[in-house]
């Protein structure tokens, strides 16, 4: 499979967000990325309901929202309400998480579950039948511009194989520090979709960027 890239808005220009979100349409993106933070599962807000509404009318691209969010399960109809293609959770903000994302498939929307760096991904085994997206972060989640933490690609590996062995189809996302320098091993390792922030928008020339992420082979 032709592995995606996924822009994130958190790294955009808010004060002229038209303009960056119409750069992604024009671009070889796949899917546009947008964290949501509460300011309690991470300590960072981002962005909420009136963006999103806004961002889906401009978009020409399926938007892959990632919850940073305690209990979730309030919002998810909502979510989708507010044009959410693929929704996902963190494994460690959710209770009852087979509940959570059959859910959200019910609602026409993929479902995701998204790792911190710490949780090993052989607590997946029994929920990945459920769904259709895994994304390991690479970086401590909360805020844009850190360094990728270098043992990811272990986990990723592992996660690979574990998906492999089952015959799940299942898609393997990353989020934190990607760029040029550290896509191609990635995908070698087993990603699928790459989501980048600041090596995409704080480049001199984004829709490049991204032309580079999608080539990486």
């Known amino acids: 499979m032709e592995h995606l890239v996924s822009p994130s808005l958190l790294a955009a220009d808010f004060g002229n967000l038209e303009k960056d979100i119409l750069l992604i349409n024009r671009s070889q993106a796949d ?34 929202v990632h919850l940073m969010i305690v209990d979730p399960d309030r919002y998810i109809t909502r979510f989708r309400d507010t044009g959410a293609n693929i929704l996902t959770v963190q494994y460690e903000a959710c209770i009852h998480l087979q509940r959570t994302v059959t859910e959200i498939r019910r609602l026409g929307m993929k479902a995701g579950v998204a790792l911190n760096p710490h949780t090993p991904v052989s607590l997946l085994k029994n929920i990945l039948p459920f769904i259709d997206l895994v994304l390991i972060m690479t970086v401590n989640p909360g805020f844009g511009g850190q360094s990728f933490i270098i043992e990811s690609y272990n986990k990723i590996e592992e996660l690979r194989m574990i998906i492999d062995a089952g015959g799940y189809d299942v898609l393997i996302e990353v989020d934190g520090g990607i760029d040029t320098k550290n896509s191609a091993k990635l995908i070698k390792s087993g990603v699928n979709v790459l989501v980048a922030g600041n090596s995409v928008f704080r480049s001199d020339n984004p829709e490049e960027a991204i032309r580079k992420l999608k080539e990486q082979t």
Do not use: A
């Open 31 to 64: 899917w546009l990325h947008l964290d949501i933070m509460d300011g309690v599962f991470v300590p960072n807000i981002s962005f909420g309901f009136p963006v999103i509404e806004y961002v889906k009318k401009l978009s020409e691209k399926p938007l892959d």
